[in-house]
């Protein structure tokens, strides 16, 4: 049975740092496309950030966390995690970590339909 599991959330300030982690059983996360997405209150489940590990590992971000978020993956330990920096009250959601039916690449990354596993997800808060 496959279950990804996202400890690390939380409430931080406006401009503090939080990292998520996603621990990966019954699948080997390199296999896969991983990605991070968010769903605010009242909002479509978006894009975060992506990584896979075809020929070396590549990142993917969307626009709004370039700069501040980073995506990166441990093999050893099967996982994948989401270290955010310089958090703003927008950044505030539920985060969830997925992997992919298959290569990601381009607008790929920002469809739900595109992955196949989900964690259950984890709230961040950021106040202002």
């Known amino acids: 049975q496959v279950q990804l599991v996202e400890p690390g959330g939380g409430l931080v300030q406006a401009g503090g740092s939080l990292r998520l982690s996603c621990a990966a059983s019954?699948?080997?996360?390199?296999?896969?496309?991983m990605g991070w997405l968010r769903q605010a209150p009242g909002k479509e489940r978006e894009f975060v950030a992506g990584?896979?590990?075809?020929?070396?590992?590549?990142?993917y971000y969307a626009d709004s966390v370039k700069g501040r978020f980073t995506i990166s993956g441990d093999n050893a330990k099967n996982a994948v995690y989401l270290q955010m920096n310089s958090l703003i009250p927008e950044d505030t959601a539920v985060y969830y970590c997925?992997?992919?039916?298959?290569?990601?690449?381009?607008?790929?990354?920002?469809?739900?339909?595109?992955?196949?596993?989900w964690g259950q997800g984890t709230q961040v808060t950021v106040s202002s």
């Open positions: 997925a992997a992919g039916r298959g290569p990601l690449y381009g607008d790929l990354w920002y469809r739900t339909g595109s992955y196949k596993y």
């Open positions: 019954g699948l080997t996360l390199s296999s896969y496309a």
């Open positions: 990584i896979r590990w075809s020929g070396g590992s590549t990142t």
